[in-house]
Every structure is written in structure tokens, then in C-alpha cells.
């Protein structure tokens, strides 16, 4: 047996020696598209995973002088000769290798999966075929370009979402289409080529109330009820529409919708629930341009690179700081000893975020090998992972990392901050990274109370969550998602399926978030227009045209009425990006103004109502429940703006305790401004469908689940609102029963009770006051209970949580 291992090896030995010819005939085709999509999705990975620990880019040679992420490299092979000969697998030093079949065993430790070595053998076999250049990306469905940027083909680009907006004309009126609304006749125009017809109108009050709640998220009050109900003009409605527009509670109510995309949260949650003190800034100034009516690319602009127009604008330069809170409150590993996968996982939070949030994309997919649906390969992850990369979130990379800040008030409090962080930033890495076993008691102590003075004085600076210009360069694409195995440098542009692959170089200064940001505010890009516009049709209907609003690409849903998207789209760009003129223009449609009634036969035709012949009923979200019941009860609190979180910079939430947050969360202003803490939800939002605020949500879910319910009967809000409810009609000692529970309907329900609803609920309070539980009360404190417990059971109903 050891003389014919001998053997084995001297035979071996002479056949690495002897010299190599490559077959012309098996020589690797360069136009062998098919080949190169095989080398990339087949065999780079194997060779990155299994081969570059040691025979890698950044390992060097090893012992054996062998690279093997080069065909060069492979053909000139090591001290051993050349790996492979193309074309012949049997005599290639590789595949005996990882065969384990010569003198030379790869990897030496375990043998590769018997699927690796079929896939290294059948690529030996067709010829090697190897990217003649390695900056070209090979990806599915498209081929490289002279500039080596995929060219997508036929199928990938008439894809809807990929298309230009199609400007298309409403269809004509008909005798039995006589709307006017463009929307409606488009929408008709569905209904009838189905057989349906829609829902009649909403009465006026179930009218005002919707639009009411829809707009500024709070009930109509008697009055306001009263006054349209009194107004008989055309534009009655339309007068309404404006009020509510104008409101400034429109903000907080629209503004919330757009957190819920933003991923807002007050905490960072993760390993480390640390306070975000600073992120209400972000949420302010949300509030703030859905009430200006900002437009939308100028949103956009702000939010990317609000940093780097301050610059240019110095008057508004805190205003634009601040937007950039949108990059920098996402969910961060600040544990990671990695700093450089901490640094890409942050950039990859970020590019997802913004491809989701802005182009209904998943980009975040193509991190580790291009998107298996949609036309997006691992190059364009790349090239915007550049743009990101070249911005600064955080102070330092590192175990207890810390995200960026920037001052706000002036030249001196920005200068002032920065020198506060880098005292932090070397005081937190010596306590917390350095070795303290040689640390003295003494100089931990002092090193500790220079910390906390910093932290003190950091914590009185005005200053916001934000990005700024960090270090510029392109990115290589990481094999497989591993920055330790890197493959070729990818220029930094923006995804070809919609830029094209002609675009002009970003930039060597700046990151290119400028350029990204207008670029997706360009009326040539045709998704940023058409996702916002889901977005609000979605937020006014319940569903959208779209209904997977955060996914246009192939595994989300075609649109039901695609003309009508690309219609509200190009009007919405004609329109300035204007949000407010495209909610009115909704609003004042037929279709937005049906009545929920129900159809059989239009149930049996569309179950789902893709075709809108009613409106949906929609369930309250519940910050909207809650901020109903303060006011129906008079207890809502409207002061606008600031921070009710009181822990410090940096407070880890979760080692401090969560507990002495319940007296926040019985704060009575509006529950856009109570704290968001991740992994730490209030009770009232995990009870009725808050989102995850660790990722981008577009799509609230609507859940029915037996703990609502009692959450209804037993929550703080819901006792509190009852309480205040009951003692408001009680005060009044000169009104009857009757007119007490006729101010409660109109309160809660916006309509008065009708005999029934009276003979109920008299019967109710006299069985509640009768109750033997309550026989040792006085008669005024049964009375007062009684009243208490009517207002619960109302606020509790479907007719009060449910949106008509």
C-alpha cells in the first residue's frame, strides 16, 4: 500500500512537470454567456467559501504559491504547476484535489460536498469559462455591456413596474358612466366590463366621519357634524376636505403613516436597547412637511441628503439635518466586534430601507446573490452599498459603537459636539474595548468621571440623529454577502433595469446621495411617483391599487388598475408632488365617497373588491382608538411637538428598566408622540397591529383576536376616557337620561339614537344600578358607576372602533 502511494505520487509529481496543452477545442468561449452565468452562480461561490481562506485574494499564496480567484492564476497554478487543464477534469490538479484521489488532499481537513466537486468537475469539463473581464457582473436574463453593467432582456424590462408611466386618457362618460372624476371613469370603466355596479353614496354623516378620521385621525364633533349637514351646496364636502387638510392635525395623523415607512422608533432595540433622545427631532419634522404640503422630491432630497444641501443653504441648515434622521434611526448590532460587517449590515439597512421605502423594491435580496426575481444582480446592490458606505452613521465601528450626531443652533454648538464625541468615543473605547486588567481603580475612576461629564454636556446640545459625508469610495462585490471574500470593484451608480447602464460616473468628492435622491425624484424614474401615489390611495381605501405597497417587483402583486396608477402618477408629478392635491383629488371622487353597502353578486364576482364596488370598512388603527377615546371624553391633550422620553444619551432601556415608562403612556397628547421603543412596544399598540418598527411597513395588518377585546373593557385609555366620559354628561343636572345618551351617540358615533338604541340602553343602566355587587353603594355612586360603564360599553363597540 505505501509503495503504490509512492508510486501514486511520483507518477503525480511527473505529470505536474511535464508540459501543458490546452485544447483549442475546449477553450473557453468568451461569448459563452451561458458559461460565465455558471462560473458565477455555481462555481465563484464555491471557490470563495471553500478555496480563499487560503489561496484567496487577501490570504496570499500560502505554501503552495496558489491563487485561485484568477483563471490566470489557476492556469499559471503553484509550486505544484498548473491547477487545471480546461476541458480535462481528470487531469486537473484541482479536481483531484477536492477529489481527494492524489497526493494532495483540498480541503485537507473534510472532503467538499459531493455536489461542490460535480460542480468544479462539470466546469473543467465545459472549458473553464471564466468572465474575460473581471469588473463584469453575469447575472440571469442579462448579458454585461461594454460598460460591464448587465443589459437586462425583453422579459425583465416589459415588466410593468420597469415601464415608463403610460399617460392614458379617462375613459369617456356613457349613459351609464356619467361621472365626472377621472378616477371614477377609469374605475367604471372596470366595474362595468365586470358586470357591476357600485356601491350608492354614503350618507353625510357616515361621510364626515370617515373623511374626518381619515385626515387628522380624530372624530368629527357634534358641531362640525351639524354644519355640513346644514350646508346643501355642491361643494359642501369639498369645503370639509380643505378644513381638514388645513388642520395641523392633518400632520400628525399623516405623518404617522409615513413613520410607519420610515421605521420610526425612539430606542434602537437589537442586543443594545439604547434611547434614541434625539430621533423626535426626525419625527417633528415629518409632521411639520406633511402640514407645509413639502413636495414630495423635495421630502425625498431632504431625507437622503438633507446634510449636504445645508451646505448650500445654510438658513434652513438645522431643518435639513434633521431629515437625514431617516438614514440614521434604523435597528443597529452595536455589539458587533466586526467592524466591518457592523458597518455593512448598517449600509445594507440603509439601501434596503430606501429601495423599499421609495422603489417598492427588495433590494436588500442581492447582498449575497442577485435577486432570484426581479432583475437586480449583486452589482447594483453594490453600487448604491457604495453611496451608503461613503456616508457616515456612526462615530467608530466597534464593539458599544455609537451612531453620528449633529449640532443644531449654530456654528458653535456643531464644533462643540463634534470635539464631545471624540471625547466619548476614546473614554467608552478604553472602559469598555481596552484592557482593563492593567487599568488602575484610580484611572477607571477618572476615566469614568470624564465620561459622564461629557455625556452630561453632550446631553444639553441641541442636536439631531444624522448622516454626514464619510469616507468616498466604491465598493467590491462581497461573494455571497462575506466581506472577506471580495470579488471585483463595482463603480457606484444606481440599478440598471431603471437607470440604464449608460449613466454618468458619480462624483470621486461626494457619495452620491445627492445624485441617488434626485434620481429618484426625476420624472424619469417611473416607480418613486407611482409607489407614493399607492402609498396614499392605500391610506385612504385600505388596500392598494398595488396591494403589496412595498413590493412593485415580481413576487408583489399587478396592479388592478394600472392606468388609473399611471394617471394619479403623472398627475401627482404635474401637480408639483404635491400629497394634499392628490388626497383631495381621491377625496372628491364617487368612488372614495360609496357607501360600504354589500352586494352578492358583486361578492361572488370579486370576493377581494379589487374592483371597488364598496368601500372597505376599516377598523381604527390604534393610535387612532386611542386618541378617539381622549376625545369623545374632552381629555385629549394637542400641544404639538417635543420629546416625552426622559432617559439619557445612550441609556441602555432594557438594563435600566422599562417600568417607569407607564406614566408616559398615560401622557393625554396624541399617541404620535409617545415614545416608539422597540423590542418594548406599549400594550395598546401590540393589542391592535402596531408595526414592527425595525422594519419599513407600508401595509398595517388588521388583526381579530379575543385580547382586543379585552383590552377594550380593562385598558388605561378606554377607563380613563370612560371616567371623564360619564362625568361630563352627569355635570349637567337639568338634562334627562335621554339626552345624555343622545350627547354620547352623537360623541361616539356622530348620529343620534334612535328608540331602540334608547330602550337598550336605558335598560342597561337600570340593570347596572340594580346590580347586587353595588347594594352597600350610595345611589350616586351607582349612578356615576353606571354611566361609566354605558361609556365603556359604547367606546368598546364595533360602531365606534370601525370606520365606515
Same mark, same amino acid.
Given at each position: 500500500m505505501i509503495q503504490s502511494r509512492r508510486l501514486m505520487g511520483i507518477a503525480l509529481i511527473a505529470f505536474l512537470l511535464s508540459p501543458i496543452v490546452i485544447p483549442n477545442a475546449v477553450a473557453a468561449d468568451p461569448a459563452d454567456e451561458a458559461g460565465f452565468a455558471f462560473f458565477e452562480k455555481k462555481v465563484r461561490p464555491v471557490l470563495a467559501d471553500q478555496c480563499y481562506d487560503c489561496h484567496g485574494p487577501e490570504s496570499g499564496k500560502g505554501k503552495a504559491k496558489l491563487r485561485v480567484d484568477s483563471l490566470e492564476a489557476l492556469l499559471r497554478g503553484g509550486l505544484s504547476g498548473p491547477a487545471i487543464i480546461p476541458g480535462e477534469p481528470d487531469r486537473s490538479l484541482l479536481i483531484l484535489a477536492v477529489r481527494h484521489d492524489g497526493a494532495v488532499a483540498m480541503p485537507p481537513k473534510s472532503k467538499l460536498a459531493q455536489e461542490d466537486i460535480n460542480t468544479l468537475t462539470a466546469w473543467v469539463k465545459m472549458g473553464a469559462p471564466w468572465p474575460a473581464s473581471s469588473k463584469k457582473s453575469v447575472v440571469p436574463a442579462a448579458a454585461p455591456s461594454a460598460e460591464g453593467t448587465p443589459e437586462w432582456d425583453k422579459a425583465a424590462r416589459e415588466f410593468w413596474a420597469f415601464q415608463p408611466t403610460k399617460v392614458a386618457s379617462p375613459p369617456p362618460a356613457t349613459g351609464s358612466n356619467p361621472l365626472g372624476s377621472p378616477i371614477d371613469a377609469f374605475l367604471m370603466a372596470k366595474l362595468e366590463a365586470a358586470g357591476l355596479r357600485p356601491a350608492p353614496p354614503a350618507d353625510k354623516r357616515t361621510l364626515i366621519r370617515r373623511a374626518t378620521f381619515d385626515l387628522i385621525g380624530l372624530p368629527p364633533t357634534p358641531e362640525e357634524i351639524d354644519r355640513f349637514l346644514h350646508d346643501d351646496s355642491s361643494s359642501a364636502f369639498e369645503r370639509?376636505?380643505? %378644513? =381638514? =387638510?388645513? #388642520?395641523?392635525?392633518?400632520?400628525? %395623523? *399623516?405623518?404617522?403613516? *409615513?413613520? @410607519?415607512?420610515?421605521?420610526?422608533? @425612539?430606542s434602537n432595540g437589537m442586543d443594545d436597547n439604547l434611547a434614541y433622545t434625539d430621533a423626535w427631532r426626525y419625527r417633528d419634522y415629518v409632521i411639520a412637511a406633511f402640514n407645509a404640503d413639502l413636495p414630495f422630491g423635495q421630502f425625498l432630497e431632504e431625507q437622503l441628503a438633507g446634510d449636504i444641501l445645508a451646505e448650500e443653504n445654510p438658513a434652513h441648515h438645522d431643518s435639513l439635518v434633521v431629515a437625514t434622521g431617516f438614514l440614521a434611526l434604523g435597528p443597529k448590532m452595536l455589539a458587533e466586534d466586526d467592524p466591518v460587517k457592523q458597518q455593512m449590515d448598517i449600509v445594507d439597512e440603509q439601501l434596503d430601507t430606501t429601495s423599499r421605502v421609495f422603489l417598492g423594491l427588495t433590494m436588500g435580496c442581492a447582498r449575497c446573490h442577485d435577486h432570484k426575481f426581479d432583475p437586480l444582480a449583486m452589482s447594483d446592490y453594490y453600487?448604491?452599498?457604495?453611496? !451608503?458606505? #461613503?456616508?457616515?452613521t456612526m462615530i467608530s465601528h466597534r464593539v458599544d459603537s455609537k451612531w453620528n450626531t449633529t449640532g443644531l443652533g449654530g456654528q458653535q454648538s456643531v464644533l462643540r459636539l463634534e470635539d464631545l464625541k471624540q471625547i466619548i468615543d476614546k473614554h467608552d473605547n478604553a472602559l469598555v474595548n481596552g484592557n482593563t486588567n492593567r487599568m488602575s481603580p484610580e484611572e477607571r475612576a477618572a476615566r469614568s468621571k470624564l465620561l459622564e461629564d461629557a455625556k452630561a454636556e453632550y446631553a444639553k446640545i441641541p442636536k439631531a440623529m444624522a448622516v454626514v459625508e464619510g469616507k468616498v469610495g466604491d465598493v467590491e462585490i462581497f461573494l455571497r454577502g462575506n466581506h472577506l471574500t471580495r470579488g471585483p470593484l463595482t463603480p457606484r451608480r444606481f440599478p440598471t433595469i431603471l437607470a440604464g447602464t449608460r449613466q454618468p460616473a458619480l462624483s470621486a468628492s461626494q457619495s452620491g446621495r445627492l445624485d441617488l435622491a434626485r434620481w429618484l425624484a426625476s420624472p424619469q424614474n417611473p416607480l418613486t411617483a407611482r409607489v =407614493?401615489? /399607492?402609498?396614499? *390611495? %392605500? *391610506? /385612504? !381605501?385600505?388596500?392598494? =391599487?398595488? %396591494?403589496?405597497? @412595498? /413590493? !412593485?417587483g415580481k413576487l408583489g402583486q399587478l396592479p388592478s388598475h394600472q392606468e388609473l396608477l399611471d394617471w394619479l402618477a403623472t398627475q401627482f408629478i404635474n401637480d408639483g408632488w404635491s400629497i394634499k392635491k392628490l388626497q383631495k383629488r381621491i377625496m372628491l371622487s364617487s368612488a372614495y365617497q360609496m357607501s360600504t353597502q354589500w352586494n352578492d353578486q358583486a361578492s361572488k364576482v370579486d370576493p377581494e373588491n379589487q374592483l371597488l364596488w364598496r368601500m372597505p370598512r376599516r377598523r381604527m388603527d390604534a393610535e387612532v382608538i386611542r386618541d378617539a377615546l381622549l376625545a369623545v371624553s374632552g381629555q385629549l391633550d394637542l400641544t404639538m411637538g417635543g420629546t416625552l422620553l426622559t432617559s439619557s444619551p445612550f441609556e441602555n432601556l432594557t438594563v435600566t428598566g422599562l417600568g417607569r415608562l407607564t406614566e408616559i403612556y398615560q401622557s393625554r397628547r396624541r399617541s404620535v408622540y409617545l415614545p416608539i421603543l422597540r423590542s418594548a412596544l406599549h400594550d395598546q399598540f401590540q393589542a391592535f397591529d402596531f408595526p414592527d418598527p425595525a422594519v419599513s411597513n407600508g401595509d398595517r395588518v388588521t388583526t381579530t383576536v379575543a385580547s382586543q377585546a379585552l383590552f377594550m373593557m380593562n385598558g388605561w385609555a378606554i377607563g380613563f376616557a370612560s371616567e371623564n366620559l360619564a362625568k361630563t354628561l352627569l355635570n349637567d343636572p337639568k338634562a334627562s337620561d335621554q339626552d345624555r345618551m343622545q350627547r354620547a351617540s352623537l360623541r361616539l358615533f356622530g348620529r343620534p339614537a334612535d328608540a331602540e338604541d334608547l330602550a337598550e340602553w336605558q335598560a342597561f343602566l337600570d340593570r347596572y344600578q340594580s346590580a347586587p355587587s353595588l347594594e352597600a353603594e350610595s345611589p350616586e355612586k351607582r349612578r356615576r358607576l353606571a354611566w361609566q360603564g354605558f361609556c365603556r360599553a359604547l367606546m368598546a363597540s364595533n360602531e365606534f372602533v370601525y370606520i365606515d
Open positions: 370639509v376636505v380643505d %378644513r =381638514l =387638510l388645513a #388642520s395641523p392635525r392633518y400632520g400628525e %395623523r *399623516w405623518g404617522r403613516h *409615513w413613520l @410607519d415607512v420610515a421605521r420610526y422608533a @425612539d453600487a448604491l452599498a457604495g453611496i !451608503f458606505k #461613503s456616508t457616515r =407614493l401615489v /399607492n402609498r396614499v *390611495w %392605500r *391610506w /385612504n !381605501f385600505g388596500q392598494g =391599487l398595488v %396591494r403589496s405597497v @412595498d /413590493n !412593485f
